[in-house]
């Protein structure tokens, strides 16, 4: 398949993104010097990411599925459907807790606090969010120019403010560690697996290392633990999506999978003896796209596992000059069950 496509959306998503950053900082007014690194990376990242990201969609059979989600959108029944499913799967991500309790909630402290410390250093790397100092012990949070909230210093409103990204990291920390610990027992210790766990608790300990060397009085040593923190976060962000981490970026495609084998989907039936199979419109799918390949199976991919198995050894059987028992049953034209 072509990758121009891809290769548009990332250049657009990154024109976007740039744009974005020189509207929401005033024209680069308000950018902090100090924060540059990770903006050029987070540009860096943002095109590599959207490229893959959108090449894995435009894939015929992913692409399938990201149409079942946009018929979606514009149906009601179908579209209540997906946001119930969304709260399960992509939130509450209730799969998880089908296997461990223990688990889930570290696959919650995980995503959550990595998707919080996303959701406040980007703000403030782009040159879109900013504090001003207000009346007395108090603060002004400013969002692309317009003022959204103000907060006292000694409030619990400016606590979380302050503390958000330390509160995110021992989040990560904890979710990382179990997991680390889980890979180690297991002794899967292959590099696809242990080394985003290490990216992410390289990130979180020096984050958290910033506020306690900052309040050391060296300022050498909190250059140094910025400096090395700024390197992880740059690793981090450049590796997203050739990582095991990428994962939340085709997640929402699973959303699609359960609209099309949702329960009241059409099913189709077995060519041989009847038996329902895969929905109807997932056939299809499949069928366009092997005859766009070139291949044709003369209605081979009509019937079940089973009558497949069935058929592969009365042909061996027939090539062998002996008779297989026993004998497959004629394809014949069935109504596609409801």
Do not use: N
């Not at 209730?94 to 980007?122: E, P, Q």
């Not at 499949?286 to 199976?297: C, D, I, S, Y």
């Amino acid at each position: 398949m072509s990758r121009r496509p891809a290769l548009r959306d990332a250049t657009l998503a990154t024109a976007l993104l740039l744009g974005a950053v020189y509207g929401g900082s005033s024209r680069l007014a308000h950018l902090d010097v100090a924060l540059l690194g990770y903006l050029a990376a987070t540009v860096a990242a943002c095109f590599v990411t959207v490229y893959r990201v959108s090449a894995f969609w435009r894939r015929p059979p992913s692409a399938f599925y990201a149409r079942a989600l946009l018929e979606a959108v514009r149906r009601p029944r179908e579209l209540r459907r997906l946001l119930g499913a969304a709260g399960r799967d992509l939130a509450a991500q209730r799969f998880i807790a089908r296997r461990s309790r223990v688990r889930w909630l570290a696959h919650l402290l995980l995503s959550g606090g990595t998707l919080a410390s996303f959701a406040i250093t980007l703000p403030l790397v782009w040159g879109w969010l900013r504090f001003e100092a207000d009346t007395g012990r108090a603060y002004r949070a400013i969002l692309a120019g317009v003022p959204v909230v103000r907060f006292a210093t000694d409030g619990v409103l400016g606590w979380l403010v302050f503390h958000g990204l330390s509160l995110a990291a021992v989040a990560v920390a904890l979710g990382a560690t179990y997991f680390l610990l889980i890979r180690l027992r297991a002794r899967d210790v292959s590099g696809f697996h242990l080394a985003p766990l290490l990216l992410l608790l390289a990130v979180a300990a020096s984050g958290l290392a910033l506020p306690a060397t900052g309040r050391s009085g060296l300022p050498g040593l909190f250059r140094a633990t910025a400096l090395v923190h700024e390197v992880f976060v740059v690793g981090l962000l450049v590796a997203l999506p050739f990582t095991k981490l990428a994962h939340v970026l085709i997640r929402p495609l699973h959303l699609g999978v359960q609209l099309v084998r949702a329960p009241g989907a059409r099913r189709a039936a077995c060519a041989g003896c009847g038996a329902p199979v895969a929905p109807v419109a997932q056939r299809d799918a499949v069928e366009r796209l092997l005859a766009a390949r070139g291949f044709r199976f003369a209605r081979h991919q009509r019937c079940c596992s089973a009558c497949r198995r069935r058929q592969v050894a009365a042909a061996q059987a027939e090539l062998l000059g002996a008779q297989f028992q026993p004998r497959p049953a004629a394809p014949a034209a069935r109504p596609e069950a409801a």
